[in-house]
């Protein structure tokens, strides 16, 4: 089992950036391909990036591709994502999401969810 937390979001004009980080605790953290997804009022929550239990290999929505940048590093049991070019419509809450298994990930299922933290973006 692993436990995670968000930090990191707040308020930010149209064209800026944030970086978010997640911390994990519990069960080794190379063991879980991590990922972030978002919910914004009114919608459900929607996948944003996933990184490979390595590290290797990273995956994003069409919507942020060229604007955000996931990474992990396994020595501080972390997960990040960089957020440039910041639009009104990336306003949501953020949630970081571990998985064994990359598909599942992917897909939603079965995850380990953090609490998600509030990302506005003003225009």
């Known amino acids: 089992q692993v436990q995670l937390v968000e930090s990191g979001g707040g308020l930010v004009q149209a064209g800026g950036s944030l970086r978010l980080s997640c911390a994990a605790s519990g069960r080794t953290f190379s063991y879980y391909n991590m990922g972030w997804f978002r919910q914004a009022p009114g919608t459900g929550r929607e996948f944003v990036a996933a990184?490979?239990?390595?590290?290797?290999?990273?995956y994003y929505a069409d919507s942020v591709k060229g604007r955000f940048t996931i990474s992990r590093d396994n020595a501080k049991n972390t997960v990040y994502v960089q957020m440039n070019s910041l639009k009104p419509e990336d306003t949501a809450v953020y949630y970081c999401a571990a998985n064994a298994v990359f598909l599942n990930l992917r897909l939603g299922n079965n995850n380990y969810w953090g609490q998600g933290t509030q990302v506005t973006v003003s225009s």
């Open positions: 990184v490979t239990k390595s590290g290797i290999s990273t």
